[in-house]
């Protein structure tokens, strides 16, 4: 399966070589940098170094998580607890997770990654790390392993729903595991807790086949769905169906501000879609899935340029009515619908 490694982190291995490397480790690692935005697979990562360095039972005095809320690293507080020797296992783990770093005084912490002690292990968890700060990424791979974990592609994603249906004895089509996609914003711990759902569904209901009938009764909306949904219709210049959409996605109790903000979101990808013109390069460029990114180019072809920037400037000036009280939320909502169905 692909996992979203990034073609130019060279120095980056991915999830699958990083298992193996600790699996195969002999005790000889003492630093792990582990970036990326798919937070299920690093915490199952960071459960299974535990797992492999720490006595059973020993957690509680041989591991220790310093999560710094996105502050400056700590480096006095972290040299502190990684120079405290082991009580039980061969290894002392020290976690450390949401921090940065000070971007005058890299020195300090490029001498705590390279001065790890024997009977330490000292993991950074990070969404990122700069990779112009050269010397610091440098220590990190000298004196250890760097890995990198995002969400996997749309492809893989469904090929993990229909094994894991598949061990029921549960198929699925492709437009199902989309949709379960779109609704989990592609993350996999959301996944897996609807995927279960479902299993635990179909079980109760003997159904051997998800469509997108069941994944819409047992899983939460599709936020992303319906507002695709709803730019179709303001495409084809047809406000019955569009306002039909919206009314849809209000009856399931979604508060207006998060529509108006789901579609002005819409709205800047459809402009980066009609300029980019790319799958491929709007997966990379804004972060969508892979039929997400098709389905945002095939749906601004159906629109002029000068139209989508218009009705995105549009967005803002309906939410500053609100804002100001000059607006009803959903008043507001119909109206702008309505307007963008106009040629």
Same mark, same amino acid.
């Given at each position: 399966?692909?996992?979203?490694?990034?073609?130019?982190?060279?120095?980056?291995?991915? #999830?699958?070589?990083?298992?193996? @490397?600790?699996?195969?480790?002999?005790?000889?690692?003492?630093?792990?940098?582990?970036?990326? /935005?798919?937070?299920?697979? #690093?915490?199952?990562?960071?459960?299974?170094?535990?797992?492999?360095?720490?006595?059973?039972?020993?957690?509680?005095?041989?591991?220790?998580?310093?999560?710094?809320?996105?502050?400056?690293?700590?480096?006095?507080?972290?040299?502190?607890?990684?120079?405290?020797?082991?009580?039980?296992?061969?290894?002392?783990?020290?976690?450390?997770?949401?921090?940065?770093?000070?971007?005058?005084?890299?020195?300090?912490?490029?001498?705590?990654?390279?001065?790890?002690?024997?009977?330490?292990?000292?993991?950074?968890?990070?969404?990122? $790390?700069?990779?112009?700060?050269?010397?610091?990424?440098?220590?990190?791979?000298?004196?250890?392993?760097?890995?990198?974990?995002?969400?996997?592609? =749309?492809?893989?994603?469904?090929?993990?729903?229909?094994?894991?249906?598949?061990?029921?004895?549960?198929?699925?089509?492709?437009?199902?595991?989309?949709?379960?996609?779109?609704?989990? /914003?592609?993350?996999?711990?959301? $996944?897996?807790?609807?995927?279960?759902?479902?299993?635990?569904?179909?079980?109760?209901? =003997?159904?051997?086949?998800?469509? /997108?009938?069941?994944?819409?009764?047992?899983?939460?909306?599709?936020?992303?769905?319906?507002?695709?949904?709803?730019?179709?219709?303001?495409?084809?210049?047809?406000?019955?169906?569009?306002?039909?959409?919206?009314?849809?996605?209000?009856?399931?109790?979604?508060?207006?501000?998060?529509?108006?903000?789901?579609?002005?979101?819409?709205?800047?990808?459809?402009?980066?879609?009609? /300029?980019?013109?790319?799958?491929?390069?709007?997966?990379?460029?804004?972060?969508?899935?892979?039929?997400?990114?098709?389905?945002? #180019?095939?749906?601004?072809?159906?629109?002029?340029?000068?139209?989508?920037?218009?009705?995105?400037?549009?967005?803002? @000036?309906?939410?500053?009515?609100?804002?100001?009280?000059?607006?009803?939320?959903?008043? =507001?909502?119909?109206?702008?619908?309505?307007?963008?169905?106009?040629?």
């Amino acid at each position: 399966m692909a996992y979203g490694k990034k073609k130019t982190d060279t120095d980056f291995i991915d #999830i699958k070589a990083l298992g193996n @490397t600790i699996k195969t480790d002999d005790g000889s690692i003492r630093v792990f940098l582990i970036t990326g /935005e798919e937070d299920f697979f #690093i915490d199952m990562t960071v459960a299974s170094i535990k797992k492999k360095y720490l006595a059973p039972g020993s957690e509680s005095m041989d591991y220790v998580k310093l999560d710094l809320g996105g502050k400056v690293l700590d480096v006095e507080k972290v040299e502190n607890n990684i120079s405290i020797p082991p009580w039980l296992s061969t290894k002392r783990i020290v976690h450390v997770t949401n921090c940065t770093f000070d971007s005058k005084d890299t020195e300090s912490t490029e001498k705590l990654i390279s001065n790890v002690p024997s009977f330490g292990i000292l993991i950074f968890t990070l969404k990122d $790390i700069d990779k112009r700060k050269k010397k610091l990424v440098n220590a990190f791979k000298e004196n250890g392993v760097m890995a990198l974990i995002d969400y996997m592609d =749309s492809d893989s994603l469904i090929s993990w729903i229909r094994k894991k249906l598949g061990q029921s004895n549960i198929t699925i089509d492709t437009a199902s595991c989309e949709s379960i996609i779109s609704r989990c /914003e592609k993350s996999m711990r959301l $996944i897996t807790s609807e995927v279960s759902k479902l299993q635990l569904y179909c079980d109760g209901a =003997s159904i051997t086949n998800i469509d /997108e009938n069941v994944v819409e009764l047992v899983c939460p909306p599709d936020m992303q769905g319906n507002i695709f949904k709803i730019m179709d219709a303001v495409g084809q210049g047809n406000p019955s169906s569009a306002l039909l959409q919206l009314n849809n996605l209000i009856s399931l109790k979604e508060p207006p501000i998060r529509i108006r903000v789901m579609l002005t979101r819409h709205f800047r990808q459809l402009i980066c879609a009609k /300029e980019i013109g790319d799958a491929r390069e709007l997966v990379s460029r804004i972060k969508v899935q892979d039929f997400q990114a098709r389905k945002l #180019i095939s749906q601004a072809s159906r629109f002029q340029m000068a139209k989508l920037i218009r009705l995105y400037n549009l967005c803002a @000036t309906y939410d500053l009515e609100i804002k100001s009280g000059k607006a009803n939320d959903r008043q =507001s909502l119909e109206s702008f619908v309505i307007m963008a169905c106009e040629p």
